[in-house]
């Protein structure tokens, strides 16, 4: 797609479908199994669900043309897309980095499914991770990491996996394509969840692979043939259809992530702080080459978990919940899911509220 377009203008030309007169504007999702087939035994576009289905096929468009990738490829969550390229590129006698501050099942799913068959499982914090990658075959960074929000140089990265023939998948949840876009900056393979922003109305579990090797990508709609961890045609269809506000929301969700951070890096309640939008947050400069927006995520540090309660019940606008990106405010104490933070440790993800409402209510919630 044109690169002067602006986001809104990115997402609702990825959403929307063929000028074809008397066709829908918002095309319909396709729910089917079974396909009629033809006579003669010549292969039809779909013949089978695990396989193909045409609302995947419009989603996946959209989703390439947004990661700038030659093919996407939908999955029914986010750990479906990930442990399928997993299930791809780590076998017997490989080693694995994943970052060890980035989401936690991952890790589980390194730990429990690959080192006993023989992967070498690495952990490495994502400021680390470029160290813990120069003799990795295949080497899994997000960024910014949830929930620390840590940023790692993807070009340089890149260039290190290059150097080592290792291959680099990113995953872009927190980041979304709209904030950017890490196969530009050298990574093999995009994974991620579209459970978050990219659908954002907490109401769908979602993934995606997205790339340009078209053996890698073919190895992976493999195993999801095989696997079957697919995408139902209207949950696709419904992650299509946000596509379109997906650009106005994460416009708003980020404005308010960067207004907020700025108030709680001054209140005498808050310990600290991380926004890769704060000029003085550690990620900032490398944030600054690589991003085109800072995202909805911030994360605080608060006196221990009884203020991250109060906070919540304080306040009129703050829901308590886990996942992020959706259109709501929401805080999420990463420590009760064994995530390596302290007891006071939130992850706030802003919704699309007024920015002086998020503001106040805050402000009066932490007292
Ligand atoms: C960074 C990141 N990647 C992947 C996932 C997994 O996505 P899903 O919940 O859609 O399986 C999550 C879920 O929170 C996440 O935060």
Redesign the pocket.
Known sequence: MDGRYGDSTRSVKAAGSEAIPGSPVSPPPVPASTYHLSPDETEPLDSYGRSSNPTWRQLESALAELEGAAKALTFG??????TSVLRVLAKPGTKLVVPAD??Y??RRYAAEYLAPQGVTVVEAATPDICAASSDADVVLA?TP??PGLDVVDLHRLAMTCRGRGATLVV?N??ATPLGQQPLSLGADLV??????ALSGHSDL???YVAGSHEELMSAVERDRLLAGPVLGAFEAWLVLRSLGSAGLRFERQCHNAQSLAVMLRAHPAVRSVRYPGLPDDPSHSIATLQMRRFGGLVAVELKDAAAVHALVERSALIIAS???GGIHTSVDRRARWGDPVSDGFARISLGIEDTDDLIADFEQALG
Do not use: L, P
């Open positions: 969550s986010g750990m479906a897309a990930i980035g989401y099942q991952v997000e990491a949830n995953d949840t927190t994974v991620a969840s579209a459970t978050k579990v979602a993934g886990t996942s992020f």
